[in-house]
């Protein structure tokens, strides 16, 4: 059974970081794409930033280039990791971000994690 689980939200104020983390089972981490969403409140589901797990290509929301950074924390042949360090925060950030792996045979594979909340606010 694949289960995805963020970890890492909170409440920051403006300005700060915040460091989140999916941790992965059931899965590896090749050939996913591997992504972060959010949902704020009365808004639709943004995709956020995403990271391939062949060549390893990065793709962000332009309302976050350059304050956050997707990555890979594992080790090779270990369960996946994959991080959003989230610097220089501001109030539109608040969300629910999930974690997304997903990948494409003859079907479309997709798992969702279950959210965690992020509250920019001072």
């Known amino acids: 059974q694949v289960q995805l689980v963020e970890s890492g939200g909170g409440l920051v104020q403006p300005g700060g970081s915040l460091r989140l983390s999916c941790a992965a089972s059931?899965?590896?981490?090749?050939?996913?794409?591997w992504s972060w969403y959010r949902q704020a409140p009365g808004k639709e589901r943004e995709l956020v930033a995403s990271?391939?797990?062949?060549?390893?290509?990065?793709?962000?929301?332009d309302s976050v280039k350059g304050r956050f950074t997707i990555s890979r924390d594992d080790a090779e042949n270990t369960a996946p990791l994959v991080s959003l360090q989230m610097d220089s925060l501001k109030p539109d950030d608040t969300a629910v971000y999930y974690c997304?792996?997903?990948?494409?045979?003859?079907?479309?594979?997709?798992?969702w994690g279950q959210g965690t909340q992020v509250t920019v606010s001072s």
């Open positions: 997304n792996a997903r990948k494409k045979t003859s079907r479309i594979w997709e798992y």
């Open positions: 059931g899965i590896t981490f090749s050939p996913y794409v």
């Open positions: 990271m391939t797990s062949v060549g390893g290509s990065t793709n962000y929301v």
